[in-house]
């Protein structure tokens, strides 16, 4: 798919579709010397969202995944557009959507808006789940792909 | 252009063309409770290889572009595929690769490898020189143009 | 003062004076490869207390301090002790009391404790006003001396 | 030791003693919006240093301590004085030397100076051997205190 359409589809899917939503405060800690959010800071507010939605939306926290199985959900695949900056003190909407669901892998969208409505950063992540001593993928249990089709966005 | 073609597109030019090269320890400080890189470290390692490249290969440093000139350069675009785990110890080799320049953009591939060489995280980053006060582009400089032409890839 | 003067102090404030508060969840982002938060990150968690007191507990946000006035509010002292770890998921409560203040500065203490009520991390902070085209220290509005006032613990 | 007092014994161990010795450039990773190091930052420095004197220094790596032996060296208390600011591109000299040795213990005193020597940071830690599946302390063992002791600094 190529970004024109991912863009379609993203936009579609936050007026629509069901997401998984929650907001973050833009820090100073976020911010880098041109005062705005330096980049790999979202890639972490990306992965603070996937944690939220594993605990919050999915009941399947990243303590249970890591720490107590031994697996790993890790981010095999991403992109991201970055199309407006954030500024300190801002409070951002943050967007999950899924995508796809393959044996052990989920396709999601992610957007980052503005208090004021705008696209700011759009992404993609592939996430692979896999257990952590052999290192290989595992198929996603059939109690956690009933619950991940609750997010998944046609497009 | 498909994920796929980057592959071979990188791979390609890994191989026989001019590249910037850096080593990067991984730390514990990168390093996430699965014991392997928390993945927005990468992007902050990408970020550290841009960064060493401008003050390095092109002479143009972070500190005269952003400080000195109160311009920027953004990342607007970042693809990343991440292969393989790096631990906790390792020294990875990061490579910078010119794909492409526009009026005011440069098309870079980044390639991190581990110690056995084997491939690590491939990414694509998309940069674009912009004046801050005005937040708008502005044309790469010429005699920056003929420094980072010397870093260009075909492909 | 000794460390087990500035427990006392603390501890004592804890139980029965005004504090500023927050919750902080402990996330994946904050973790290092023994499984419990990396200690640089009990920093930044002591500088979003800092900067939520500032803006929600004295009105005086740091997009206000650093980037409308060009003024400052940098920590010149620190110290912390580390007394039990924090895992994955925990939420902790950040507590800020203020110790005392000077002609520029500010002295507070920062409790992090467990959802057990245990002590995790026990710091204070020195904090001066500064501007940052001169680099002097400025002396506190007075305005903002009575907010700050409020927050003022004996003991 | 009040803090006048750890100011001089570092002064007088950096002239004349024994130190392990790294250089660290500042990056613009490590600078907030006022143009400076972000604080919590100059911590990950303190880190930094202790894991490549652990690595070089002792020959005893945090992958050795962390992920084979199932230990860790976490610091259970740190102070630090931020004297003078850094700014992005400065290549700073960070030093480390041993105060004292107990049991399990180790008291460092870390120094952050400027290109121009002048002093930026001074900072204290004091690291614990712990067994992390029980939690306890255990003793440094006799081979790693005798490659200690060659950085013990009196004063």
């Known amino acids: 798919m190529n970004v024109a359409e991912s863009r379609t589809a993203i936009q579609g899917s936050a007026q629509d579709k069901p997401s998984f939503r929650t907001e973050v405060l833009v820090r100073f800690a976020d911010c880098d010397p041109a005062g705005i959010v330096f980049y790999p800071r979202f890639l972490e507010m990306f992965n603070n969202l996937v944690e939220d939605w594993c605990r919050d939306g999915l009941k399947f926290s990243f303590d249970e995944i890591v720490i107590k199985r031994g697996w790993g959900l890790p981010t095999v695949h ?30 999601a969208d992610i957007l980052l808006s503005g208090p004021d409505k705008s696209e700011r950063v759009r992404g993609k992540v592939v996430l692979v789940l896999t257990d952590r001593s052999s290192g290989r993928a595992i198929a996603l249990p059939g109690d956690l792909r009933i619950s991940i089709a609750t997010f998944v966005v046609s497009g």
Chains 1, 2, 3, 4 share one sequence.
């Open 78 to 107: 991403l992109e991201a557009d970055f199309i407006a900056p954030c500024r300190l003190g801002e409070v951002l909407t943050a967007d999950l959507f899924v995508r796809s669901m393959g044996t052990s892998s989920i396709n």
